[in-house]
């Protein structure tokens, strides 16, 4: 390992006063180079708040059997496949799917498959029978540990039709086929997938924000009635992103709030598919710069949300991001690159960024199998590279969160699609979790060229052992999903020493560590 002057001589003072001003020019779209010695981790053991696992959430459809989670034929799930679902153990799973939400009834994914009827696939408008129907959903989260989250369908149905829904989950319950196990509650529901937009191929689906409310409105009081302990969710949407609409209807969140009168309990956001190219596509190394500092971008909305939050409704609530991914366009040559190792580096540093905000409810990843290039596995139960980013995080989230003090180069981040220009971003990114006597890190470092020489330091207490660090390794950035080999896991070595634990941080990479703190 390369070092410069003697570990036991590098306090965190010391550490410190070493790093010099590394950076980028504002405006450059590239990394700077490394020098040998430039990044220190500080970490403060003193109890924070809960980590959140309902970050490692994910959404699954209705159709094609759940995207391929069900055999070819019948309602058994298909071979080896739930057991990758649980390797990923999904925290709380998203039904009946995005879109597909505004034109499907759940009555006619109940009974014996063959007395159950069809629905209309949101895009392709053919007819299909209901396979994956609400048992099935609920089977999966009961195999998983899963919490459910149902988008109920305001587009297209009615209160009743989903305060009957609520009864079926709540009050009857359903039983698992051949058990006379009860199958889980629900207690997190939403209301409709993105009202903000229009969809030229569904007019039927279109709301102006007063419609909308008022239809919100009327499906709160009906579903309460049935059962009080629901959370409900109100899908928002800010008007711009980076000076360009994203909503038909601008305003719309001024306009919905000024004309309901119901209470909800969380506020349901779809922020962070980016870059979402609407200009002429710049080159890998500017979409990639981009994609590191796009939590940026995130961040600003969660704070403009809360405060347009406060200022029309009196008060913040809890926000579920329930869908993100990268997103760079649709229908050009870098659709690809949502599955690509940039992307999962990208998802890393979002769920970095939920991590640290303490009023994100719930995150859920779209999506988790096939569904094109979105899902975290293929429908032939092969791992994406986002799958390992995911079940990394999720072995993180434990315990209490630790707070974290970052000091590395930094970089800057040029205007891409949705995605702000910034300067000075930091080029290494973390959180930090106690569990006991259990100390673990997610630690990103986003140079795809050079690594990160580094110093983890405790604030107080020691590091007494180095229990494992795993780094995932994006060798080949915007490779195939498909080419294993672009996403390697390496196991990387950490020198202890009285003032801490030094390692090297390979390029564009996650690492997750645990140490044994005393």
């Known amino acids: 390992m390369k070092r410069r002057g003697s570990l036991k001589a590098l306090g965190i003072i010391g550490l410190q006063a070493m790093l010099p001003p590394f950076g980028v020019a504002q405006g450059a779209s590239s990394f700077g180079a490394s020098p040998p010695f430039d990044t220190s981790v500080i970490v403060d053991l003193a109890n924070g708040t809960p980590a959140n696992a309902r970050l490692c959430g994910s959404n699954v459809q209705w159709v094609d059997g759940g995207d391929g989670l069900l055999s070819t034929s019948g309602t058994a799930f298909a071979l080896g496949i739930v057991d990758k679902v649980k390797q990923l153990s999904p925290t709380v799973i998203r039904y009946p799917g995005g879109s597909q939400s505004d034109v499907f009834h759940w009555q006619a994914g109940v009974g014996e498959e063959a007395a159950r009827a069809t629905c209309e696939h949101f895009h392709r408008k053919d007819k299909q029978i209901v396979r994956f129907g609400t048992g099935e959903f609920l089977a999966l989260c009961a195999a998983t540990g899963a919490e459910a989250l149902i988008t109920a369908n305001v587009a297209t149905g009615t209160p009743e039709e989903a305060a009957a829904w609520v009864r079926l989950t709540n009050v009857t319950r359903l039983r698992r086929p051949g058990s006379s196990e009860t199958l889980p509650c629900v207690k997190f529901w939403e209301l409709g997938n993105e009202p903000y937009l229009k969809e030229d191929m569904r007019p039927e689906t279109w709301m102006a924000p007063e419609d909308y409310a008022r239809k919100a409105d009327a499906f709160m009081r009906a579903m309460r009635k049935v059962d009080p302990s629901i959370q409900i969710g109100l899908p ?47 080159g890998d190394d500017e979409i990639y710069a981009a994609l590191m500092g796009a939590s940026r971008t995130v961040e600003l909305d969660l704070e403009a949300t809360r405060n347009q939050l406060k200022k029309i409704w009196g008060r913040t609530l809890p926000l579920a991001i329930t869908e993100y991914n990268a997103l760079v366009t649709l229908g050009r040559r870098q659709d690809g690159y949502l599955s690509s190792p940039a992307g999962a580096l990208y998802v890393a540093d979002l769920l970095r960024l939920f991590a640290q905000q303490s009023d994100v409810l719930m995150a859920n990843h779209w999506s988790l199998i096939g569904n094109w290039e979105f899902g975290a596995l293929t429908t032939r139960g092969s791992a994406r590279p986002v799958f390992e980013v995911l079940r990394g995080f999720r072995s993180v989230l434990r315990g209490q969160m630790a707070r974290l003090v970052i000091q590395s180069k930094v970089f800057s981040t040029p205007r891409v699609g949705l995605i702000q220009e910034a300067s000075g971003l930091s080029v290494v990114t973390g959180i930090a979790t106690l569990e006991a006597d259990r100390l673990r890190l997610v630690l990103i470092n986003k140079d795809p060229k050079a690594e990160s020489q580094t110093m983890i330091a405790l604030q107080s207490g020691h590091i007494s052992a180095v229990r494992d660090i795993q780094s995932l390794v994006a060798s080949k950035p915007f490779a195939s999903a498909n080419d294993l080999a672009s996403l390697a896991r390496r196991t990387v070595k950490g020198e202890l ?20 703190v005393g």
Request: aromatic residues 12%.
């Open 236 to 282: 928002l949407r800010s008007d711009t992103f980076n000076g360009i609409p994203v909503t038909p209807h601008q305003g719309f969140n001024q306009r919905v709030l000024a004309t309901l009168r119901e209470r909800f309990d969380f506020v349901s956001l779809h922020d962070a598919y980016l870059p979402f190219l609407y200009d002429k596509a710049p």
């Open 497 to 516: 020493s009285s003032n801490g634990c030094a390692l090297l941080l390979p390029p564009a990479s996650m690492t997750t560590l645990e140490f044994a």
